[in-house]
């Protein structure tokens, strides 16, 4: 199938929805290399029908091997169940539906494997538009976007306060993670741990005093050493009931959609999109997921405190509108330090992340080839030393991006540090 062709079933769907049975489709790719690890991404619209609206459509890839290792029929039915259970819920919470309004509609959906497909609005058609990866979220992006987030966690809380039981049989839905299980692959540990490894090996005398690099250093060990005890920690939103709420759980720039202000490049409103990995978790775990992989040191040491005090505040001014107090629900003392001990989890994402995060399209691996050497060593029974070795074959960081990827993987450590977030490191000492 080509990078613009729509499946059998996606094209019935369309049909049965729209009842636009003479009208030619158009369909044009929206993600680039190395942006549709699920699935292609396809607006459609009927060019014969100017005034249609158009359409956006995620479509599961069919390689055997990539639907193994990504999850993919997890990974479709967890958004889905996000879609028709949990947000409608959610738009009830207040008399006036202003509570929840950070999600595009879904319109239509299958879950026959292996071709899985969403059909959604395209928001386009409402003036958003993403961030671009290769550009920096700036001071404005990640407030709006934070005040997205918190208007979402709101949710959960206001559910958890008015219907505790519909609180808890959602939850028990996603309380297993999609990404981080006991049996998660050896090779996905592996490749978070070269990369932390990597890291520190790149740290020299021009990156501060001895003993500041030795600081760098001795974090970067630990998370190496604990990385997937580190990870299942994180995830675990049983841990800090009644303090967990529904995340997003993927929550990074190319997930996210702007409106900006008509004539100025401010944006006024945010829309999530991609709940694939949605989870029960701390509310800290998407913040810290978005600032450690989107965002870099400098913006942070300059507003990290106001980004803080923008998403607390909105978590409040949302509560507050459904007759709730925060300090009852989710004290600050409880948020600032979960932020101490869910910090870390920012820097498991970006050494999943990064590498891809600062990338170009054409530096970006082919994911079914990768996901094809992967299957022939875990069907061989690999140790550790082979997904290694698989993944130095497969290295994608280069001249160009290796310093960015250092850059922005050190200044992940040293926010831990100056954030006193070091603390979850020691945790699997013994």
């Known amino acids: 199938m080509s990078d613009t062709e729509l499946?059998?079933?996606?094209?019935?769907?369309?049909?049965?929805?729209?009842?636009?049975?003479?009208?030619?489709?158009?369909?044009?790719?929206?993600?680039?290399?190395?942006?549709?690890?699920?699935?292609?991404?396809?607006?459609?619209?009927?060019?014969t029908i100017p005034e249609a609206?158009?359409?956006?459509?995620?479509m599961a890839p069919k390689n055997e091997a990539r639907r193994a290792h990504m999850h993919v029929v997890d990974y479709y039915a967890r958004e889905v169940f996000m879609y028709q259970e949990v947000f409608p819920i959610f738009r009830e919470l207040n008399p006036d539906r202003s509570i929840f309004t950070v999600a595009p509609a879904l319109e239509?959906?299958?879950?026959?494997?292996?071709?899985?497909?969403?059909?959604?609005?395209?928001?386009?058609?409402s003036g958003f538009r993403p961030n671009s990866r290769s550009s920096m979220p700036t001071y404005d992006i990640v407030i709006c976007t934070l005040k997205a987030l918190a208007e979402m966690h709101s949710c959960s809380f206001v559910l958890q306060n008015k219907n505790p039981a519909k609180f808890e049989e959602l939850v028990g839905h996603i309380k297993k993670d999609n990404l981080f299980t006991e049996n998660i692959e050896a090779v996905t540990i592996e490749f978070g741990k070269v990369q932390l490894r990597k890291t520190g090996n790149l740290l020299g005398a021009a990156d501060g005093q001895p003993s500041e690099v030795a600081a760098l250093r001795k974090v970067l060990e630990l998370c190496e050493k604990h990385f997937k005890s580190l990870a299942?920690?994180?995830?675990?939103?049983?841990?800090?009931?009644?303090?967990?709420?529904?995340?997003?759980?993927?929550?990074?720039?190319?997930?996210?959609?702007?409106?900006?202000?008509?004539?100025?490049?401010?944006?006024?409103?945010?829309?999530?999109?991609?709940?694939?990995?949605?989870?029960?978790?701390?509310?800290?775990?998407?913040?810290?997921?978005?600032?450690?992989?989107?965002?870099?040191?400098?913006?942070?040491?300059?507003?990290?405190?106001?980004?803080?005090?923008a998403y607390y505040e909105t978590l409040d001014q949302k509560l507050t509108s459904c007759g709730l107090r925060i300090e009852e629900m989710y004290p600050r003392s409880?948020?600032?330090?979960?932020?101490?001990?869910?910090?870390?989890?920012?820097?498991?994402?970006?050494?999943?992340?990064?590498?891809?995060?600062?990338?170009?399209?054409?530096?970006?691996?082919?994911?079914?080839?990768?996901?094809?050497?992967?299957?022939?060593?875990?069907?061989?029974?690999?140790?550790?030393?082979?997904?290694?070795?698989?993944?130095?074959?497969?290295?994608?960081?280069?001249?160009?991006?290796?310093?960015?990827?250092?850059?922005?993987m050190v200044g992940i450590v040293r926010d831990l540090i100056q954030y006193n977030m070091t603390e979850p490191l020691y945790k699997f000492e013994i």
């Open 7 to 47: 499946s059998s079933a996606v094209t019935r769907a369309l049909l049965d929805l729209y009842q636009r049975h003479d009208a030619p489709l158009d369909s044009q790719p929206m993600a680039g290399v190395g942006e549709n690890a699920y699935g292609q991404v396809l607006r459609v619209s009927w060019p």
């Open 53 to 58: 609206p158009s359409v956006v459509v995620k």
């Open 232 to 309: 299942l920690y994180s995830v675990d939103g049983e841990s800090q009931k009644p303090y967990s709420v529904i995340c997003h759980g993927d929550f990074w720039n190319n997930n996210i959609l702007y409106r900006y202000e008509p004539n100025l490049d401010q944006p006024v409103e945010a829309k999530l999109i991609d709940f694939q990995m949605s989870r029960y978790a701390p509310p800290v775990l998407d913040i810290v997921h978005y600032l450690y992989t989107c965002t870099e040191k400098p913006l942070r040491d300059e507003h990290f405190s106001a980004f803080m005090n």
């Open 108 to 125: 239509a959906n299958g879950l026959q494997a292996p071709n899985e497909f969403l059909i959604f609005e395209d928001l386009a058609g």
């Open 334 to 408: 409880v948020f600032d330090r979960q932020l101490q001990l869910y910090g870390v989890y920012g820097l498991i994402m970006g050494a999943f992340s990064l590498p891809f995060f600062v990338s170009n399209a054409n530096e970006v691996l082919d994911i079914d080839t990768v996901s094809e050497a992967i299957k022939d060593l875990s069907d061989n029974e690999a140790e550790a030393p082979q997904y290694q070795e698989l993944i130095e074959e497969f290295e994608m960081l280069n001249e160009r991006t290796l310093p960015i990827f250092k850059r922005r």
